[in-house]
């Protein structure tokens, strides 16, 4: 429930940058440059900031998990880079400040920021599935189907679909699930145009990064993407995080066993110690959820870290 989420009450100040949002992972900032006359040097940006927060069945979890802000950024960076070809992207500039107060990256965030066009998003979380698991598993069972994308039998946990499918979700209030729907839905939200391209570039963005990763030895399960409209170009344009364990399910090639739930690079040890008994929590109640466990958030930390050096294949400096 939306009480026991215990938002985030820490997102810092910063020179230059007045908060306006915080998402359970990232906080967004405007500019805030009066001695520039209002404007920022480099056009109708946004910050960017992640956290270290790290959330299980719609909790926020304590405490955060270090170095995981700086993942996500970096492992976005290097695949916006990756997909450049494939759609345009809202990254301008990771520049750090010089001088506090030039509209440049804080220090005090420097690594997980980036200074990103602001962009109009579109309230739908883009999903692509390459392999049947989680919620499109639900689905699937109770209809054969995901998002009215119909299936063909004897599909089982991890099993890879005959060709990726685009499964779209609205984004849920604080606190709820988000909810598929069909393309339909999305198409009388959007425009049949922009649905249409929505999931053309979806689709577009997975055939590359599941080629990719594949060669890194990583199946690419599924992934979600978030895209807006840039108000300058009018383009449709890739924003938030892209591919990283937060968004995608990323499972190492060689352990792959459909019939099974997957081992994967993400937070699963978090989840599977609040779902054993060690935790003494029950994550259908309303009570808040337990402090994670050092070796929990070691081994977490650990997995957040791998993922970004088998994909990228560099160590995070
Ligand atoms: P969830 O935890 O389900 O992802 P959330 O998306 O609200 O919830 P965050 O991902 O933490 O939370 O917050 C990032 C927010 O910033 C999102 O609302 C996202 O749509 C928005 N966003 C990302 N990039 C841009 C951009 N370039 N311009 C404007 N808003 C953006
Ligand atoms: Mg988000």
Known sequence: SAASLNMPAESAELPGWRHVYSGKVRDLYEPD?????????????????????????????????????????????????????????????????????????????????????RLDMFPVECVVRGYLTGSGLV???????????????????????????????????????????????????????????????????????????RERGVILADTKLEFGIDPTSGAITLGDEVLTPDSSRFWPADLWEPGRAQPSFDKQYVRDWLTSPASGWDKASDAPAPTLPDDVVDRTRDRYLEAYERLTGSRLS
Not at 42 to 68: E, Q, T
Not at 173 to 194: P, R, S, W, Y
Request: proline share 8%.
């Open 33 to 117: 440059l009066p001695s520039y006359g209002g404007v920022h040097p480099l056009g109708d940006v946004v910050l960017v900031v992640a956290s270290d927060r790290v959330s299980a069945y719609d909790h926020l979890l304590r405490p955060g998990i270090p170095d995981k802000g700086t993942v996500l950024t970096q492992l976005s960076l290097w695949w916006f880079d990756q997909l450049a070809d494939v759609v345009p992207n809202h990254v301008v500039s990771t520049d750090v400040t010089v001088e506090p107060g030039d509209g440049l990256v804080p220090s005090d965030v420097a690594g997980r920021a980036m200074i990103c066009r």
């Open 139 to 213: 689905e699937y069972r109770a209809g054969q189907n995901v998002c009215g994308v119909p299936l063909p039998s004897g599909l089982v946990d991890g099993s890879r679909l005959p060709e990726p499918i685009f499964t779209p979700a609205t984004k849920a209030e604080l606190g709820d699930h988000d909810e598929n729907v069909t393309f339909e839905q999305v198409a009388a939200t959007v425009g049949d145009d922009v649905a249409a391209r929505l999931r053309e570039l979806t689709l577009a963005v997975y055939a590359r990064a599941e080629q990719i990763a």
